[in-house]
């Protein structure tokens, strides 16, 4: 057989078993910093799926195989694809938290750093309150902005009353630091 024909079988078939998130380099991701509590949840996760997900599943699969013919078995064939699916999120989770820099939050700060909530006036006095978070752990409808971000950019090392422009897809607007905390508001420490 021809070697470089084996060589190019190889390079297709790993290239379809790579996971979109698994073919992006670590290093070119962003950021690698994140809140404790966004590496707690990382570390919840990466462990539900070892010790609940995958065991579920691989009860299913041997279950499913036991049934006899497996190239005609639904039950088996999604559940090797589901297996897959979990080892691939398993391996990613694995590297990315090997990979992440916890920052502790600071007691009380002047300026916007990582981990901050911000609330922002815009020019019509509404206010909008973000955290600046890790890449990992950004959820917009909670108000987490990654630090990434063209917000979070144009915020960081900024104090209370300081005007900030924020650039936009339809447009730059002002805005103004009305408050920065490092407690989550309306919760006490």
Do not use: C
Not at 34 to 57: A, D, M, N, S, Y
Not at 94 to 122: H, N, P, Y
């Amino acid at each position: 057989m021809n070697k470089a024909f084996t060589k190019e079988d190889e390079a297709s078939l790993t290239d379809e078993a790579v996971a979109p998130e698994e073919a992006q380099p670590l290093k070119g991701s962003g950021a690698r910093y994140i809140t404790p509590e966004g590496f707690k949840r990382l570390q919840e996760e990466l462990q539900h799926i070892w010790k609940v997900e995958r065991p579920k599943v691989t009860a299913e699969v041997s279950a499913a195989a036991a049934q006899g013919d497996r190239s005609e078995n639904a039950e088996y064939i999604y559940g090797k694809k589901k297996l897959r699916e979990l080892d691939r999120r398993i391996r990613y989770l694995s590297k990315r938290l090997d990979s992440l820099t916890v920052v502790e939050q600071k007691d009380e700060a002047d300026r916007v750093l990582f981990g901050a909530w911000v609330t922002i006036e815009d020019e019509d006095g509404q206010a909008s309150t973000y955290r600046i978070v890790g890449p990992d752990e950004f959820d917009v409808k909670l108000g987490k902005i990654s630090v990434d971000s063209p917000v979070a950019k144009a915020l960081l090392g900024k104090k209370e009353g300081d005007e900030v422009t924020i650039q936009r897809p339809k447009g730059p607007t002002d805005v103004v630091v009305a408050s920065i905390s490092y407690r989550q508001p309306g919760k006490r420490n």
